[in-house]
């Protein structure tokens, strides 16, 4: 591992006003082939889909749309038929969808006290969404079960009034399975592996991300507000896909989540995130100019905490290929960043795409393989008491010669990018990013540990 200094680099260049990429008509029809493959594979007749606001993707990544303020399901059959089962407000969406489909209203999906003047009952409605007894029924929430004391086949995180209806429907006599690996298991979920359309699609989420997270550590001083801080990282009118940090001092006074009033000051630790589909940037360091500004206790934190983070990140980024193992890369980070010493304890690395964190293949053991087309965030989080944190999470795809080739081809702006993002890892911060790690994010590798000097950053040396 070469050595780590504090150096004067320029900061790294930033695209504003990127255009988004529309997924194509193509790529939709690519992922319900994906589904139903999946759904033979696993002798599923019928798919239902749950969604709502805050755990939408799997539905997304079929109909093309959230269900805003509801929930929502998608019935999909093995034939290829699609149903979509809507509260009052989403109705009007059915027509805008991204896969051809018929509409059933189910005003139990609706906000509280708006109209339910339904005649038929909800399993007389999923009967004509097409559930029918004796069949094989898999049900796609949002989350994966994966203890090993569970049967996670039978564990099922969609509403206890939406599974009841279900087993009501099929008089119990259809089995039913936990199908949400379909999507997101790490080792072969259809939406863990993206197109060059796809990788565009998100590659604009993480560029915003990263690009007003650069924007708000400049704008950073003694003085302002968590809230004049924050401003910043709302970019374009984008929707955040987490809640959105802008930090100073100690957190979660009076269960606070979010910016607040608190002034800024000389000597504080401060954190920084935000995230938009496809990508999260995030920030974590302290409010000085250099180490002689830092309360007495922490002095030592540059070697302590930001120094072997970087060389974790560093890591990270110089190993990380497609065909390796999840396990191989936690056994790396453990070897470089002890996690007996830096408690950490998430996964060192997952999967993002609508959703910030999507599933991880990275993980104690993990035979997952990485595969061209992923998308990773750098998720490594230390923590020494005392101490502030240190992060500069930030998002990277993985693409062999024949995708890369694609993105250069159909996508040339998005591909220069991406050349002059790994031209300055190489030459300022002293990374060597194997040919298929793509950076995603204008921050990667960027670590500025004292905030107020906008000058200096870690480098390899």
Request: with cysteine; glycine share 8%; proline share 6%.
């Amino acid at each position: 591992m070469p050595a780590v200094t504090l150096s004067a680099v320029p900061q790294p260049v930033v695209w504003h006003d990127v255009p988004s990429v529309t997924l194509s008509d193509e790529t939709l029809r690519q992922r319900k082939t994906k589904i139903l493959s999946g759904m033979r594979k696993q002798q599923l007749d019928t798919l239902v889909i749950y969604a709502d606001k805050e755990h939408g993707g799997n539905f997304e990544y079929l109909s093309g749309f959230i269900p805003r303020f509801e929930e929502a399901l998608l019935v999909l059959q093995s034939s290829g038929e699609a149903v979509l089962v809507l509260g009052n407000e989403n109705l009007k969406l059915a027509a805008h969808a991204r896969l051809e489909n018929r509409v059933i209203h189910a005003p139990w999906f609706s906000l509280p006290n708006q109209p339910m003047d339904n005649v038929k009952s909800l399993p007389e409605l999923l009967r004509e969404a097409g559930l029918t007894a004796g069949k094989t029924i898999g049900l796609a929430g949002w989350k994966l079960f994966t203890g090993a004391c569970d049967d996670v086949k039978q564990m099922f995180d969609l509403p206890a009034f939406i599974v009841d209806a279900i087993r009501q429907t099929t008089e119990d006599k259809s089995q039913l399975l936990n199908a949400t690996g379909l999507f997101i298991d790490p080792d072969g979920g259809a939406r863990t592996v993206n197109n060059a359309n796809e990788l565009a699609h998100y590659e604009y989420g993480a560029n915003l991300a990263s690009t007003a997270i650069l924007g708000a550590l400049n704008a950073i001083e003694p003085g302002k507000t968590e809230k004049q801080i924050a401003a910043l990282l709302a970019a374009e009118g984008q929707p955040n896909n987490v809640v959105m940090i802008a930090a100073t001092g100690d957190r979660f006074a009076h269960a606070n989540l979010y910016p607040g009033d608190k002034v800024i000051q000389r000597g504080d630790k401060f954190s920084l995130t935000t995230s938009y589909k496809g990508g999260l940037s995030s920030r974590a360091a302290y409010v000085v100019a250099d180490e002689s500004e830092l309360a007495p206790e922490v002095a030592d934190y540059l070697d302590v905490v930001a120094k072997p983070y970087f060389r974790a990140v560093v890591t990270w980024l110089e190993n990380l290929r497609i065909g390796m193992r999840g396990g191989e890369m936690y056994g790396l980070i453990e070897q470089v960043l002890p996690k007996a010493d830096y408690h950490w304890h998430l996964n060192p690395g997952h999967l993002v795409a609508d959703e910030e964190w999507l599933c991880s293949p990275v993980g104690p053991d993990s035979s997952a393989r990485l595969q061209s087309g992923m998308i990773l965030q750098i998720d490594i989080i230390p923590s020494r008491p005392g101490y502030a944190g240190a992060s500069i999470e930030d998002t990277v795809a993985l693409a062999d010669e024949a995708l890369r080739d694609e993105l250069k081809a159909q996508y040339p702006a998005l591909w220069q990018r991406i050349v002059e993002r790994r031209a300055y890892i190489d030459k300022y911060i002293g990374i060597r990013l194997p040919a298929e790690v793509l950076p995603f994010s204008n921050t990667v590798g960027y670590l500025r540990p004292w905030l107020l000097d906008p000058t200096r950053a870690l480098i390899c040396k």
